[in-house]
């Protein structure tokens, strides 16, 4: 499954992935995002998450322009306990170091209750950790297969 949110003027700005194989939601921002786009956009991958029964993500917002900050508090406050109650219980997101969504990022990641957090600076090391996460989760016996 794979789809894409596009803007008022036709420019995707975002596209959600299933990755069957670590079975988690993959998201890509492109682009400036408005507050509305930063909304449908998130409301979208969690809805994604809750349907494919996981409970990872892992955003990319390194093509992303500018802060998503107007955001954050709204983040914060309404989705973050929306998506754990969805059943997200790990996020990784990517962004480019020393960028104005960096910064956001780590405010997110500072401030975020509902699910583990971690900001990193490249793929690799976000799909690691997530996966670490995953096995340490198996190990546990908290994991279920769907």
């Not at 596009?6 to 507050?35: C, E, K, M, R």
Request: aromatic fraction near 14%; charged fraction near 20%; hydrophobic fraction near 40%.
């Amino acid at each position: 499954m794979r789809s894409e949110l596009v803007n008022a003027f036709g420019n995707v700005y975002l596209t959600i992935s299933l990755d069957h194989d670590n079975q988690w939601i993959q998201a890509t921002w492109q682009g400036y995002s408005t507050p509305e786009a930063v909304r449908t956009g998130m409301e979208a991958y969690t809805e994604t998450l809750e349907e494919a029964d996981y409970n990872a993500m892992l955003i990319d917002t390194r093509s992303m322009v500018g802060s998503w900050s107007h955001s954050l508090e709204w983040t914060l406050e309404e989705w973050a306990p929306e998506a754990a109650k969805a059943g997200l219980q790990y996020y990784a997101m990517v962004v480019n170091p020393e960028t104005f969504a960096e910064a956001t990022a780590d405010a997110f990641y500072a401030n975020v209750e509902s699910f583990e957090a971690e900001v990193f600076a490249d793929l690799a090391t976000a799909r690691a950790w997530l996966r670490r996460c995953r096995l340490q989760q198996k190990e546990l016996g908290k994991y279920q297969t769907t």
